[in-house]
């Protein structure tokens, strides 16, 4: 038997958690066993912790969680072995199978990565989805030929889980960052992240007519959308790209074409739920390499399964700062 946190629909309809004892033969299919360590809390969560599932949620009783990371329990595949630390990220985990609000989880090991050198397991779910995209994010950037020195990289939403694990990595790697915040208060943790400046958010977020404005902004880190990456495209330098990571601001976007057209600027979606394999490994290997401890642990809020339906609805409202790590054995 294991503690979980387990989501019931009701009569009328709507679901809600509790923490539970259930057994191993409750686990979904798959290869390979893990005793989680620990997970996190992203926006996803937020959703599927809520009364209706977010939309995400297909079947009831569900275990929440789409990030975990943890020890190898048992394993019928030759890549893992017990005793091997490994991650979880994305696949619709937590979403449409059981996830990692939990003490052990089951999955295929086509889904695992073997956690990299350098990171224990509470620093992988302390990066998580959010962390994760935001590598990728910078990757992408990087790929399509940002260098240090070219001028400031913007992060919208800096003070969010891929906002701040973005603005770290970038700092670190010697980028000039901008960071973008509706939260006047959390400026001064955006700077001690390495933000040399603060943004605020009204100053992106209203539409304008005017279709280019003056060239700003070498990259950008978008996890916005809507309006505020609208008027931020009209913004970026000559041939600069923007990763696009999410859409706390709407999926709209009251865009033209005529900064890609005059100004060859690139929008670079990024998706990190089915991403393959092999650059999964490589985005593990460079947070390992690029993503400052320091500031990572600066970001950490800790939790237990027990403070997750607040913090689900808290992340939902914008009111969780940084990356919160739950620590599923306490």
């Known amino acids: 038997m294991f503690k979980a946190l387990v989501m019931e629909q009701g009569d009328d309809g709507l679901a809600s958690a509790s923490i539970k004892e259930i057994g191993e033969d409750a686990l979904p299919e798959g290869n390979v066993t893990v005793a989680v360590e620990y997970s996190t809390v992203n926006y996803k969560d937020g959703l599927c912790l809520s009364a209706k599932g977010g939309g995400l949620v297909r079947n009831y009783p569900h275990v929440p969680g789409i990030d975990y990371a943890g020890t190898v329990e048992a394993s019928d595949d030759d890549r893992y072995k017990p005793g091997d630390k490994v991650v979880l990220t994305g696949w619709r985990v937590g979403e449409v199978t059981w996830g990692g609000y939990a003490q052990k989880a089951r999955i295929d090991a086509d889904k695992l990565v073997p956690l990299p050198e350098g990171l224990t397991t509470r620093q992988a779910m302390a990066v998580g989805t959010a962390g994760f995209t935001s590598?990728?994010?910078?990757?992408?950037?990087?790929?399509?030929?940002?260098?240090?020195?070219?001028?400031?990289?913007?992060?919208?939403?800096?003070?969010?889980?891929?906002?701040?694990?973005?603005?770290?990595?970038?700092?670190?790697?010697?980028?000039?960052?901008?960071?973008?915040?509706?939260?006047?208060?959390?400026?001064?943790?955006?700077?001690?992240?390495?933000?040399?400046?603060?943004?605020?958010?009204?100053?992106?977020?209203?539409?304008?007519?005017?279709?280019?404005?003056?060239?700003?902004?070498?990259?950008?880190?978008?996890?916005?959308?809507?309006?505020?990456?609208?008027?931020?495209?009209?913004?970026?330098?000559?041939?600069?790209?923007?990763?696009?990571?999410?859409?706390?601001?709407?999926?709209?976007?009251?865009?033209?074409?005529?900064?890609?057209?005059?100004?060859?600027?690139n929008l670079l979606g990024i998706d990190s739920v089915m991403q393959p394999y092999d650059n999964r490994v490589r985005a593990w290997q460079r947070i390992a390499k690029d993503l400052p401890m320091d500031k990572l642990e600066a970001m950490i809020t800790p939790a237990t399964l027990e403070d997750l339906p607040g913090l689900g609805a808290d992340i939902l409202k914008g009111g969780v700062k940084g990356r919160v790590v739950v620590d599923v054995n306490a």
């Not at 970038?170 to 959390?186: F, N, S």
Request: charged residues 15%.
């Open 135 to 265: 590598m990728l994010a910078v990757m992408a950037l990087e790929d399509h030929g940002l260098k240090p020195g070219q001028g400031p990289v913007l992060v919208t939403g800096a003070a969010g889980g891929v906002g701040s694990v973005a603005t770290a990595i970038l700092a670190g790697l010697g980028y000039e960052v901008a960071g973008v915040t509706g939260r006047p208060d959390q400026a001064d943790y955006i700077k001690s992240l390495g933000a040399t400046t603060i943004v605020a958010r009204e100053d992106l977020n209203e539409t304008t007519k005017r279709p280019l404005e003056a060239e700003t902004w070498a990259g950008c880190v978008d996890a916005v959308g809507g309006d505020m990456l609208a008027r931020v495209l009209g913004q970026m330098k000559y041939g600069a790209s923007v990763s696009a990571v999410g859409l706390a601001g709407g999926a709209g976007l009251p865009a033209t074409v005529i900064p890609f057209l005059l100004r060859g600027v």
